[in-house]
């Protein structure tokens, strides 16, 4: 069964960081890419980061280029969303999923965590 965990989530004021991790368990991060998704109410669901398997690529937002960064950790099994320089307009929940390949569109992606959630206050 696969799992995912999200935790690093929190309030933090305009211009300071928070870094998300995502544990995951049933899957190796060999043959799966991680992707970052936020969203806010009301809103569809957006990509923000991703890791393809073996960190052979990352792909970033343009809204998020240059603040976050996105690594992982295969020995811990864990991907990590460093977040800096946050805008109030980061406010959302952030999920993380996984599928073979980063570049889907997040109805494509078939695992899931359960969200963290994320506040930037101006």
């Known amino acids: 069964e696969v799992r995912l965990v999200e935790s690093g989530g929190g309030l933090v004021q305009a211009g300071g960081s928070l870094r998300l991790s995502c544990t995951a368990s049933?899957?190796?991060?060999?043959?799966?890419?991680i992707g970052w998704f936020r969203q806010v109410p009301g809103k569809e669901r957006e990509e923000v980061s991703c890791?393809?398997?073996?960190?052979?690529?990352?792909h970033y937002a343009d809204s998020v280029k240059g603040r976050f960064t996105i690594s992982s950790d295969s020995a811990k099994n864990t991907v990590y969303l460093q977040m800096d320089s946050l805008k109030p307009e980061d406010t959302a929940d952030y999920y993380c999923?996984?599928?073979?390949?980063?570049?889907?569109?997040?109805?494509?992606?078939?695992?899931w965590g359960q969200g963290t959630q994320v506040t930037v206050s101006s």
């Open positions: 999923a996984s599928e073979t390949i980063c570049g889907l569109d997040w109805y494509e992606y078939d695992y």
């Open positions: 890791i393809s398997s073996n960190d052979d690529n990352t």
């Open positions: 049933g899957l190796s991060f060999d043959d799966y890419a």
